[in-house]
């Protein structure tokens, strides 16, 4: 089993370890709790949320399904030094210009729940903000959702 040690405040881990971290997030979080001991973050099972508000809603959602779809989303609202910060209520990352029903779309593409599909519109919403946003899987995703909506008659 391998062990990550802080020797003067400096990380060490091994290639493995290196690869995981950064493949789910950029800055693995050692938190020493007194001077003999670390507690790390698990790469998998330390789940990391993230807040955002579009319109007048609040949405706390993993981060990860955030960094997976597109790396360097968060470089686009200039975040990405305190995205690993615990965010209240009242301090979300703010996302303008973009409708809460594409933002819900959006997330129904990242986030899937079998019981809360996205309509034909909040697809088009998901299409719209994954091109905007750079992230090929979800535009993919809605693409052929949307064919076929199309395709059964079921879409506007």
Known sequence: MAVLLLLSNTLVMTAKQKQLSTDLDPDPIIVPTDGASVIQRHPIYYIELILFK???????????????????FFDRFNVLGDINEDRSDSD???INGVTSEAFEGLLMAIYPVDEN???????LGALEL??????PNIRTKAIRTLANFHQSGSGT
């Open 130 to 135: 994954a091109t905007e946003w750079d992230m």
């Open 117 to 123: 599909t996205p309509t034909y519109e909040g697809w």
């Open 92 to 94: 979300p990352i703010e």
């Open 54 to 72: 579009v319109e007048n809603t609040l949405y706390r959602v993993q981060k990860k399904g955030f960094l997976r779809s597109n790396a360097k």
